[in-house]
Nanobody
């Protein structure tokens, strides 16, 4: 069983940067795509970015303001977010699974999820 735990969320001001971490444990992690999604209140989970080996993809929601990275030795994925605004307020989730390229933006295709970390951006 794969376990994911996010950290790094909090309250920041508009224009600030924030880095999130997702620590993973369990079998088969090196073969799994890891991704970040966010979910605003009463909203669906929106794809932000994914990484598998050297293949990195960004969704339109935060493209140009985020950088995803991964340390396989530490089984940890990271999300660096810049120029945050109130519209970025959401719960940010880490996900993992054997997801193929054409499904990487589809939250339903990821088998494992963390509980999420709240990011609140004040104006």
């Amino acid at each position: 069983q794969v376990h994911l735990e996010e950290s790094g969320g909090g309250l920041v001001q508009a224009g600030d940067s924030l880095s999130l971490s997702c620590e993973a444990s369990g079998p088969g992690l090196s073969d799994y795509r890891m991704a970040w999604f966010r979910q605003a209140p009463s909203g669906e989970r929106v794809f932000i970015a994914s990484i598998l080996n050297k293949n990195i993809f960004y969704g339109d929601s935060m493209k140009g303001r985020v950088t995803i990275s991964r340390d396989n030795g530490k089984n940890t994925a990271y999300l660096r977010m810049n120029y945050l605004g109130p519209g970025d307020t959401a719960v940010y989730h880490c996900a993992a699974g054997p997801v193929v390229y054409w499904d990487l933006r589809n939250a339903a295709k990821y088998d494992y999820w963390g509980q999420g970390t709240q990011v609140t951006v004040s104006s």
